[in-house]
């Protein structure tokens, strides 16, 4: 079975700063996919980064990126130059590699971000 | 493309009753996926579909139950209606080649009183 834990039930960042969101996961597996979904107020859930567990190499997308730590089990987010529409619920999952879609959550962030 | 969709978006049961929720899935994913959102529990997996056919199951009981029609069209029936049972259900779809790629509906608002 897949646990995934974060430790921040809310975190706040000024606009324009840098925020790390934390992640900790337990797997038995040793092929498995890591995520971090973004849930704006009262709107969709949407996917922010993904990353490969073979892959050594941090996944980036644009203003985001991510610090795997594989031997450590820990998977954080790095949000950085914040602005005031990622103000949202912040969820760390965790997938098998195959045979399903089945994500496992975490019990999510809430990131606030002060102008 | 049009995006997930679900319906209806909100819903108001009594407790005994039992309700029905649909999702349509992004054109050309046949993989659909339902969860359950609480504050409490946060977000939980209740089963996939596949080519509709249950390709997983999460661990909820027998009065949560879905099903898959040929066009991919998903739904989901919840039986006995508890209020425990209030929550945000949500459906994702998947495309084939993309494995764990989700995209997400808006999620249907259910409220047992």
């Known amino acids: 079975a897949q646990t995934v834990t974060q430790s921040q039930p809310e975190m706040s960042v000024q606009e324009a700063e840098t925020v790390t969101l934390s992640c900790t996961y337990d797997?038995?597996?040793?092929?498995?996919?890591l995520f971090w979904y973004k849930q704006p107020p009262s709107r969709q859930m949407i996917l922010v980064i993904r990353?490969?567990?073979?892959?050594?190499q941090n996944a980036t997308e644009n203003r985001f990126s991510v610090n795997f730590q594989k031997a450590a089990k820990s998977f954080s987010l790095k949000i950085s130059d914040s602005q005031l529409g990622d103000a949202a619920m912040y969820f760390c999952?965790?997938?098998?590699?195959?045979?399903?879609?089945?994500?496992?959550f975490g019990k999510g962030t809430k990131l606030t971000v002060n102008p | 493309k049009a995006g997930v969709t679900q319906t209806p978006r909100y819903l108001i049961k009594t407790r005994g009753q039992q309700v029905t929720l649909s999702c349509s899935p992004i054109?050309?994913?046949?993989?659909v996926s339902w969860y359950q959102q609480t504050p409490g529990q946060g977000l939980q997996f209740l089963f996939e579909?596949?080519?509709?056919?249950?390709?997983n199951k999460g661990n909820f009981p027998g009065r949560f139950s879905g099903r898959q029609f040929s066009n991919s069209r998903s739904e989901m029936n919840v039986s006995t209606l508890e209020l425990g049972d209030s929550a945000l259900y949500l459906c994702?779809?998947?495309?084939?080649?993309?494995?764990?790629?989700?995209?997400f509906g808006p999620g249907t608002r259910l409220t047992v009183t």
């Open positions: 994702a779809s998947s495309p084939d080649l993309v494995p764990h790629e989700q995209y």
């Open positions: 797997t038995s597996e040793s092929d498995y996919y």
């Open positions: 990353q490969e567990a073979y892959k050594q």
């Open positions: 999952a965790c997938a098998s590699q195959g045979g399903s879609e089945k994500l496992v």
């Open positions: 054109s050309g994913h046949r993989s």
């Open positions: 579909y596949f080519s509709e056919t249950q390709r």
